[in-house]
Each structure stands twice: as C-alpha cells, then as structure tokens.
C-alpha cells in the first residue's frame, strides 16, 4: 500500500489523465454485470433483481430448443466468418500498396478519402444503402437497366442481405482499419530497406521479405481480437436493413435479443440469450489466444 501511495503521489498527473476511461468502464461495462442475475431470474421489475423468482438455467434451455435457436447461430455466425475472410485482409492490402506510394498530395487525398465512411453516421449509411438497391430509381438497379437486366428488390431478396451488408461493412471500415497498420509500417527500421536494396530486392521483395514479417505480430493480434468478438454481429445496421421477408438469413442474436427484450418485454429470457453470447466470444478468445501463443509467440497475454 505504501508503495501503491508513492506511485501515485509520483504520476498523479497521469493517474488523472486516464481517471475518465476507468470511470466509463466502471459504469458502463462492470456495474452492469451485475444485471446478469436477471439470467437466471423469472424477473419481474416490481419485485426487483434479487426479489424475483429463482430460475436456473430454465431460459437457456429454453432458447436452446426454440425453433429459432439454429437458425441465429448460423446467421451469426455466417456473417461474422465471412466478414473476417473478406474485410480482414483489405486493410492489410490496402496499406501496403499505401506505403508504395511517394509521399504527395495524391496519397493524402487517397487515405482521406478512403478515412471519410468511418465518420459517416451509420443511419446515413443504411439511408444510402436503400436508396442505392431501391428497385424504383436505384443507383445500381438503373445501371443494372442499361444491360437489359430486370430491377432486383435487393433489401428484400434473402440471399443478398450477406452481400450487401459485408461489401457495404468493408467499404465504411477498411480505410479506418489500415491506420494501425500504417503506424505499424511507419515503426519499421529503414535499414532493413537500405540493406535489402545493397543486396538487389525489388519492392516486391521488400513487402514481402520486410513488411510483411514485420507486420505479423500486429496482424495476429488484431485477429485474436476479431475472433473475439466473432458473436458480435453489428445490430444497428442489421436493424436498419432487416425486414421479416429476410430474417431467413438477416436475423441475427443480437437482434433477436431486441425484439424479445425491449419489444416483447421479456428481460430474463433476453438476458439469457446476451450471456451465452458473451460467454461464447470468450471462450473463442481464449481458445484462439492460446493457439496463437503457442504457434507463433504472439498472444494478447
């Protein structure tokens, strides 16, 4: 204790800097937690938390039989396996070829640009990508029209929700996402370079002989973090764009946790389908984290 107190009278100023991020945390993320008894409660707001009913397991059971269960795992999980196929290596790519180019007003202009979706409200987003695919005066709908092609009703054809939500994801995401991989770039030693080009590499073989290397511990724990929040399904936009004509392959678990615990009211029931998540995003991470460690010597821990 006498040594924590010297720590802080020694770095208060910093102890303050980072107060506001532990206090957010404190409130939002743990103070929270406690809510999850409401699991395993048959919850009932006017008796409150701990004067509810006990339950058990009986709403995890009970979302383990529905007839929605498999159908919201494999949604879940489809979307966030092929949003990490296809979106996790573009911002990778898209910084190496960035860092190919001289520096200059054009490769300013290109990672602004390739910046500016990340800050576009993801209302507005979902607002462009309706009337993009609208089948009456749609952008892609009217050029699909000057091929002869019949207007497709994209946003209430099943089988196009995947395509339009991850191609749309990686659009908004992948300039954002290439900036650590930049700075990562950006921390390699130049003399790697000067050494590779005394013995003949081209700039192909600095990528791939250099920067690539030097890349792989960022790029591995950025993966274990994808990984692990693979459950984690963006609702918001999903909402935005959904409609029971696509719920076949649209509906999500976060999603189905809205309807049932905001509109149907149904909070324990709910609150047993987010733990399951949450606890399957943690185990994923733990899993991955360890192969991770043991493989390549690059973990979170």
């Known amino acids: ?11 208060k100023y910093l102890v303050l800097l980072v107060l506001p991020v532990l206090v957010y945390y404190a409130i939002f993320h743990y103070i929270p937690m406690y809510g999850v008894i409401i699991a395993f409660k048959q919850f009932k707001p006017l008796k409150g938390i701990l004067g509810s009913d006990w339950a058990g397991f ?56 390739s910046y ?63 900036i650590i991989y ?22 192909w073989q ?15 724990i950025l993966l274990i973090l994808n990984v692990g929040n693979l459950m984690d399904v963006g609702f918001e936009k999903i909402n935005l764009l959904y409609n029971p004509t696509t719920y076949e392959t649209a509906d999500v678990i976060s999603t189905y946790v809205y309807r049932q615990g905001i509109q149907n009211a149904d909070y324990s029931y709910s609150t047993a389908i987010g733990l399951f998540n949450n606890v399957i995003n943690l185990i994923l991470l733990v899993t991955v984290n360890r192969i991770s460690r043991k493989v390549s010597e690059t973990s979170l821990w």
């Not at 930049?182 to 700039?203: C, F, H, K, T, V």
């Not at 600095?206 to 591995?220: A, F, G, N, R």
């Open 1 to 11: 204790m006498r040594y924590m107190a010297k720590v802080l009278r020694r770095d």
């Open 58 to 113: 009986y709403y995890f059971q009970l979302f383990f039989e529905s007839a929605y269960f498999w159908r919201l795992l494999k949604n879940t999980l489809l979307l966030s396996i092929y949003s990490l196929l296809w979106g996790f290596p573009v911002p990778i790519i898209f910084a190496l070829l960035l860092n190919e180019l001289k520096e200059g007003l054009f490769k300013k202009s290109v990672q602004t640009i």
């Open 116 to 178: 500016l979706p990340h800050f576009i409200s993801i209302v507005v987003i979902c607002g462009m990508i309706v009337n993009f695919t609208s089948p009456k005066g749609g952008v892609i709908n009217t050029m699909l029209g000057w091929f002869g092609i019949a207007p497709i009703p994209f946003l209430t054809e099943p089988s196009w929700f995947r395509d339009i939500y991850i191609s749309s994801s990686i659009w908004q995401g992948f300039g954002w996402s290439s």
């Open 182 to 203: 930049l700075a990562a770039i950006a921390g390699i030693d130049p003399q790697l370079y000067e050494a590779s080009e005394m013995d003949g590499a081209n700039r």
């Open 206 to 220: 600095k990528m791939w002989y250099i920067t690539l290397p030097c890349l792989l511990p960022t790029i591995v």
